[in-house]
């Protein structure tokens, strides 16, 4: 629980809430605090896994739960995230006013666990929240999502149980470009609830640009210097060719640059990925061992690996 803490870098690392299924309010993270970044973790809880109710900056992360497992004010921005339902229910419910955005999910994922099906994206009581905001870019959506997508109910806690659908004139549930899991071909939208909103890049351009902003969601620019979460490492070496590779946890993402024996490698002949996470090295030669290296970079920083060695030995 980060109340009233900012500037947190939460990366590498696993929070499990293990109050059992039928327990209390169960969340891993509870942030209060802006301008913090989660990197590279994995949050999982039988219920409310995630709430931020300030700025936040997710990005690489996994996060699993039941019913409403995401919630809070936000502005949040998740950035290659994977969202799984462990049981039939809600994935967020975001109850952000008019002063700040709510929850964006850009290249994120939404699965369910096997045998879990009519799964929405998202619900509120727009009575109660009204200006609440959810929005998927380019996300891909499992076999348990429910083809509706949304979801509006009644008021908790005492609210008005009027028609939901027409208190929702300042309600942002909007997709852009969703596609199946399993095939990568565009989701089939065509049952979604009315009050939701399909974007499309000829009518909504300037908007589909703003929400992949980080900066337009949360007021600020998540910025956060590259952090090695694994070291070089070889990951295959058979039939004469060899790969070697990094994982690096950064905000914006980094650049990478190979070094052999401390000299830049360059793509061509033997060499190839030399300016990526893996770099694969043909018909390298045997019997002495070889050192190799990594300078991983963004805006904000530059980090060198520590050094791999490669040896490679005859059949």
């Not at 990366?11 to 990197?39: C, H, W």
């Not at 499309?200 to 589909?208: C, H």
């Not at 360059?266 to 390298?284: E, N, P, R, V, Y």
């Not at 045997?286 to 060695?309: C, F, K, L, R, W």
């Amino acid at each position: 629980f980060a109340n009233h803490s900012t500037g947190i870098y939460l990366v590498n690392l696993t929070f499990k809430n293990s109050t059992p299924k039928g327990g209390s309010q169960a969340e891993s993270i509870i942030m209060a605090g802006g301008k913090n970044i989660l990197s590279h973790v994995t949050l999982s809880s039988l219920q409310d896994t995630l709430q931020i109710n300030d700025s936040a900056y997710i990005g690489d992360s996994y996060i699993e739960g039941d019913v409403d497992f995401m919630w809070g004010r936000g502005p949040v921005y998740f950035d290659n995230c994977e969202v799984k339902a462990l049981n039939r229910g809600y994935s967020p419910q975001i109850r952000n006013t008019n002063a700040n955005h709510g929850y964006v999910y850009n290249h994120c994922t939404f699965s369910t666990a096997p045998g879990v099906t009519g799964m929405y994206i998202s619900r509120i009581a727009p009575s109660t929240y009204p200006y609440s905001e959810v929005v998927l870019l380019d996300c891909a959506l499992g076999p348990g999502i429910n083809p509706v997508g949304w979801l509006l109910n009644s008021a908790p806690r005492g609210g008005t149980t009027a028609d939901a659908s027409t208190q929702a004139p300042n309600l942002h549930f909007r997709e852009f470009n969703s596609t199946n899991i399993d095939d990568g071909k565009p989701a089939n939208v065509s049952q979604r609830a009315a009050f939701s909103k399909q974007l499309t890049m000829a009518d909504d351009a300037e908007t589909i640009k703003n929400y992949r902003d980080p900066t337009y969601v949360l007021g600020w620019a998540p910025a956060m210097a590259p952090i090695i979460t694994v070291q070089p490492t070889v990951i295959a070496s058979k039939a004469g060719i060899s790969e070697l590779g990094v994982t690096a946890a950064a905000v914006p993402e980094p650049t990478y640059q190979w070094q052999h024996n401390g000299v830049a490698l360059q793509d061509g002949g033997s060499i190839s990925g030399a300016s990526t996470a893996t770099l694969t090295i043909a018909g390298a030669p045997m019997g002495d061992a070889e050192n190799y290296t990594v300078v991983v970079t963004n805006p904000s920083g530059s980090v060198t690996s520590s050094p791999a060695t490669l040896t490679i030995s005859a059949p």
